[in-house]
């Protein structure tokens, strides 16, 4: 015989069946405000990766920057932008020039300056990438490129028809002289002689694909500025070194 239910029994049941369904409204409560949160909170997040990001690829354009004053230091003038044959072609990039500086000596020392960069020994190199030519603002970064190059060219720091460029023939002020940006529209093979044009720098390009389009500027004092994409265009007295501007 089944025994049946008192009247406190069933007052009972319905109370915790009250309290069950209260404390799982509760938990999907909790879980949906959590949720909530959360979903306002990732782009803080985000812009906090990038930021740290930022600061990282500050860091290692401080290290390029201290590289070629010393190697100013050691060798009286600034590395040329690229070493040539004797028809002018294009050799070895000052990247590789500057390596002892960056505490790569021993990369430096397995390059083999008697080929070209693309030589069949030097080739094996570019997958030896220095950490500090890497960008850790670009998540799929490839391995063997840098977004890390110079302005180039007649009139700039780097320019390939002055055989040793001093930092006293910057008289506009390194303060006010652009040597080393992020490219990051046209990365190169890092040990590759190529580097960024006063005229594609102005034009913009090299910041195309940087985040919210900001692109750090290395000046030859060192100092790095954050700058805009759209801002790029109006620096042309920071292209050149001695332009009286």
Same mark, same amino acid.
């Given at each position: 015989m089944k025994r049946r239910l008192s009247r406190d029994d069933r007052q009972g049941q319905a109370k915790l069946a009250v309290v069950i369904v209260v404390s799982i409204a509760a938990c999907l409560a909790a879980a949906l405000t959590c949720g909530g949160l959360m979903l306002l909170l990732l782009p803080e997040v985000d812009q906090a990766r990038a930021t740290a990001r930022r600061i990282n690829s500050v860091g290692h354009l401080k290290q390029i920057g201290i590289a070629l004053h010393n190697y100013h230091e050691t060798y009286g003038s600034l590395p040329p932008a690229y070493v040539a044959d004797e028809s002018g072609k294009p050799l070895h *990039? #000052?990247?590789?020039?500057?390596?002892?500086?960056? &505490?790569? *000596?021993?990369? $430096? /020392?397995? $390059?083999?300056?008697?080929? +070209? #960069?693309?030589?069949?020994?030097? !080739?094996?190199?570019?997958? &030896?990438?220095?950490?500090? $030519?890497?960008?850790?603002?670009?998540? /799929? &970064?490839? *391995? %063997?490129? %840098? @977004?890390?190059?110079?302005?180039?060219? +007649?009139? @700039?720091?780097?320019?390939? %028809?002055?055989?040793? !460029? %001093?930092?006293?023939?910057? *008289? /506009?002020?390194?303060?006010? @002289?652009a040597m080393v940006v992020e490219n990051f529209g046209d990365p190169v093979v890092w040990t590759q002689p190529d580097d960024t044009s006063p005229a594609d720098f102005l034009t913009g390009e090299t910041a195309i694909g940087a985040h919210d389009g900001e692109t750090l500027v290395m000046k030859a004092d060192t100092s790095i500025p954050v700058m805009q994409q759209k801002d790029l265009p109006q620096l042309k007295a920071w292209t050149t070194r001695a332009g009286g501007d």
């Open positions: *990039s #000052w990247r590789v020039l500057i390596l002892p500086f960056l &505490e790569r *000596s021993d990369l $430096y /020392d397995q $390059y083999d300056f008697s080929e +070209p #960069w693309d030589g069949p020994n030097n !080739m094996v190199l570019i997958h &030896e990438r220095p950490l500090t $030519y890497g960008n850790p603002q670009i998540i /799929d &970064e490839d *391995s %063997t490129t %840098t @977004t890390y190059q110079a302005i180039a060219g +007649p009139g @700039t720091c780097f320019d390939p %028809t002055v055989p040793k !460029m %001093t930092f006293h023939d910057i *008289s /506009d002020g390194t303060a006010n @002289t």
